[in-house]
């Protein structure tokens, strides 16, 4: 039995809390998921799961087996990562996580970029609009747009995010466009779930206007609300690597261009400072150089179709 493997099987069954879909993130049979953790319960000599038609749970042995699972094979990833280093080749795997939109729209062509000129490593993006537990789930490196990363984190600022009051044409043409933030409270405005849901702060200066908004469309993915305003539903706020292309095509407006929404900041977290891989520490380096400046790549066209829209 390979016990390295049967532990890393182990804790993605105790994580998913289910066989198919550990062996669906292992590329893993459902018989052979069962196979590794019953070979490990042999091995140790103790029942690690309670098994029932519905979900898996822990035993109190497989808690405690978990936790020494989940340290010998963060152990394994730094032997490799120390042997990585030693011959200067980028190699072995990265697991990256990152908000939906934010990785459809901008992270997937540059991990494209990156592993283009690394073609020995590998690369798995989580993508999802939950803060996932970097250490539990075995991130080596999380993307987050925030003002208040966790402080637990080790972290480093690419850039800026900036967001625009978007609208389409079709919608503007039967509602008009706001001419000042408080004319947002007369129109529909597609909001986020959790986030700003009923107001929306925007500053020109040292000036500072709050809009109380409201719709009768809310989301939690910034994705959904641009395909809402794209088809006439509102006016959405959205962060400009997503807004930028269809503002630049004429299929959304920039609407007061003056006024600047709450800038956010884009920033790659990882768990230690402690033996950084090779790979991880190149990838960091790559994002800043490809996204840091002033401005984001994706900025530049955006403030010039803002200005003249």
Excluded at 116 to 145: F, M, T
Aim: hydrophobic letters at 45%; a neutral charge; aromatic letters at 6%.
């Amino acid at each position: 039995m390979d016990r390295l493997t049967a532990m890393q099987v182990f804790a993605e069954v105790a994580q998913l809390g289910n066989f198919t879909a550990a062996g669906d993130k292992l590329d893993m049979s459902r018989p052979m998921v069962t196979r590794y953790v019953e070979e490990l319960e042999q091995w140790l000599g103790v029942r690690l799961l309670q098994r029932s038609t519905r979900k898996v749970t822990l035993t109190d042995a497989g808690l405690a087996c978990l936790a020494r699972c989940r340290q010998m094979l963060e152990l394994a990833d730094e032997v490799r990562a120390d042997a990585s280093q030693r011959d200067g080749q980028v190699r072995g795997l990265l697991r990256v996580a990152a908000s939906t939109s934010f990785g459809l729209a901008v992270l997937g062509d540059a991990v494209a970029e990156f592993s283009e000129r690394h073609p020995q490593l590998r690369v798995d993006l989580q993508l999802g609009d939950r803060a996932v537990n970097l250490i539990e789930e075995r991130i080596d490196l999380a993307i987050r747009i925030t003002n208040e990363p966790d402080p637990g984190l080790v972290g480093r600022r690419l850039c800026d995010c900036r967001s625009l009051l978007v609208a389409s044409p079709a919608y503007l043409a039967r509602h008009g466009a706001p001419a000042a933030p408080e004319d947002l409270e007369r129109h529909r405005c597609l909001s986020y779930s959790n986030f700003g849901r009923s107001e929306w702060k925007l500053t020109r200066g040292g000036e500072e206007r709050r809009a109380r908004v409201a719709g009768n469309i809310s989301a939690n993915e910034a994705s959904a609300l641009l395909s809402a305003a794209i088809a006439g539903a509102g006016v959405a706020m959205q962060p400009s690597y997503l807004a930028a292309p269809h503002v630049s095509r004429g299929e959304l407006v920039a609407l007061l261009p003056d006024w600047q929404p709450m800038v956010l900041g884009i920033h790659a977290l990882y768990p230690s400072r402690r033996l950084v891989p090779l790979a991880l520490r190149s990838l960091l380096d790559f994002l800043v150089d490809r996204f840091g400046g002033p401005l984001a790549p994706w900025d530049i066209p955006t403030a010039l179709a803002g200005r003249t829209a």
